[in-house]
């Protein structure tokens, strides 16, 4: 592997646009993890659930239904997607945003999301150049994209993805990837306690559940991978956002004060972004307040 990384290290222009086409695909993917994996979650807890209660177990349709199989297809007419028509934005734009079967319109999420992963992965390529940081922070991105829109679409973060990524943090930091292994895993006991300490104090002032579960484990997660001294310019920045973005809603929506809003897509990106210029935001803080 450290071959590898010479190899481009001396053709970084190759290097990076190796890493982008990899991010298309990737993306590519992670449109599916972003359909499927929620309905998958939910056939397993109407299973587990309907077991616990005793009640009758759902009939087998006999048909698999994971991240593979089956085969991708046109909701309305079934068409089955080729690898042709499977090419990242461009088959998109050949096709004119229209299914090949039956025409009807394709979201422009798709190709928004492949885009939107090539160009964070040329952003990580960039700034970590042909390292085992830019490897396992290819990991950490492609995550907290799959993350963000699945979060955006049915209020969940998933364990199976935030779980395996938080412990590859760890696991990364053994070998001070990011940061020393005692700050990843203070960062990760004080990102979850954080959050769970103002979700309790929010119920006991208001009655009301001002975040999930899910939003603990994952600023835990940025804690693994970033240590505890990335958990205030995440949670700032990520309030930030949060903010601008939840009060537009509220403008645009009549603002309704009750209109739920996911929180993890803003730690995501606030995650992402201490990850790569975090140190040049500190500095950049700390220089303007004299130390």
Not at 18 to 23: A, E, M
Not at 135 to 142: E, G, P, R, V
Request: aromatic share 14%; proline share 5%; with cysteine.
């Amino acid at each position: 592997m450290n071959d590898v990384f010479i190899l481009f290290e001396q053709s970084p222009v190759y290097f990076y646009t190796i890493v982008t086409i990899l991010g298309l695909l990737i993306g590519s993917f992670l449109n599916v993890v972003i359909h499927r994996l929620p309905i998958m979650m939910e056939r397993e807890f109407t299973a587990e659930a309907k077991e616990f209660l005793e009640l009758e177990a759902p009939k087998e349709s006999g048909d698999t239904y994971n991240l593979v199989v089956p085969r991708s297809c046109c909701p309305k007419c079934k068409h089955p997607i080729s690898a042709l028509e499977n090419i990242p934005v461009l088959s998109y734009l050949w096709q004119k945003g229209k299914c090949k079967g039956c025409g009807v319109a394709i979201s422009a999420r798709y190709p928004l999301v492949e885009t939107f992963t090539g160009i964070l992965s040329f952003v990580v390529a960039y700034h970590f150049g042909p390292t085992w940081q830019c490897l396992l922070a290819l990991i950490f991105t492609w995550a907290l994209v799959a993350l963000t829109f699945i979060d955006f679409d049915t209020m969940l973060l998933p364990d199976t993805i935030v779980l395996p990524v938080l412990w590859l943090g760890l696991i990364a930091n053994t070998n001070v990837l990011y940061t020393d292994l005692s700050n990843a895993v203070i960062g990760a006991a004080v990102g979850y306690l954080s959050l769970w300490s103002i979700y309790w104090l929010f119920k006991l002032v208001t009655g009301k559940e001002g975040m999930g579960y899910g939003d603990f484990k994952l600023f835990a997660l940025i804690g693994a991978w970033l240590g505890w001294q990335a958990l205030p310019v995440t949670i700032l920045l990520s309030s930030l956002i949060g903010a601008v973005v939840g009060i537009s809603i509220m403008v645009i929506r009549g603002k309704d004060k009750n209109i739920a809003i996911p929180f993890g897509p803003y730690l995501a990106l606030a995650g992402w972004v201490a990850m790569i210029w975090g140190d040049a935001i500190n500095q950049a803080y700390l220089k303007s307040i004299g130390l």
